[in-house]
């Protein structure tokens, strides 16, 4: 396994900041990481992230080395690069599937900049868990390891902690205000307080039409989600909505597990907006 010598430059403070104050994820959610990437920088990038999390991740190059890393021991997530040489991450999400390792199998994490349709149909078929574009947000990957530490660990592990709340991770004003231009605090006070009234009626019928195994109202209300989280900087949500959304057109309906992050993200989507909005009137 390769050893990335140094770490992205961020204070204590800055990396404080990004986590909201709280202690690291992985002092409550702890879990076991191997990543992918054949570009050293992205591996500096991304293990440096990791670290503001409180993980500590292994690295290897290519898929080959990853088939490796886990005969040798078990790891609870996988973050693969899709488009490695040698072996692309496709491959070895299939080849992990399909091999014995000495423990459970791990939450596997496709990380690429490709997001088509066609490229997360393969994904799907191809045994990943998750699906997150590059480049990484923080709170994207926060979210992804939050989700495979209920996957891996199950209900009554994460029960015996608090949730972990990464403040404002969620959301992401920035990229509006340099579209909405020097009106953007003025639409924003507008818009979030919209949204936020809308929230809780699109999660109770999100809930009731997988309890009722009702696909086609799935995706629909997947994408009337989707559109409105981008129109308020939510984009780790509207993500998550376009992913569930795909899937329920092809014919798969989420589980369990996969709507409740869905609900969790909503619900700590919906205190993030609340807490930039009382900022905007600071």
Known sequence: MTSDSGAWPVSDDRAHELRGGCPPLAHAKPLS?????????????????????????????????????????????????????????????????????????????????????????????AGIDAFIEKPLELGTLAAVLDEAYGRQVGSAGESSHEPLAVASASVDLDSLRSRLGPAAEAVLRRVIPAYLRELPGREARMRAAFDARDLEAVARLCHGLKGASRVAGANELAIKCDRLEQGAYEGTLPDASEMKALLDLARRTGIDLQRELASLDR
């Open 33 to 125: 990481i191997l990543l992918a990437d054949d570009y050293e920088a992205n591996r500096i990038l991304l293990r440096a992230q990791l670290e503001q999390l409180g993980y500590q991740a292994d690295a290897v190059t290519n898929g080959e080395e990853v088939l490796r890393a886990l005969r040798a021991r078990s790891y609870d997530v996988v973050l693969l690069d899709i488009g490695m040489p040698v072996m692309s991450g496709l491959d070895t999400a299939r080849r992990i599937r399909g091999q014995r390792t000495p423990g459970p199998q791990p939450f596997i994490v496709a990380v690429t900049a490709d997001t088509s349709s066609r490229n997360r149909r393969q994904t799907v078929r």
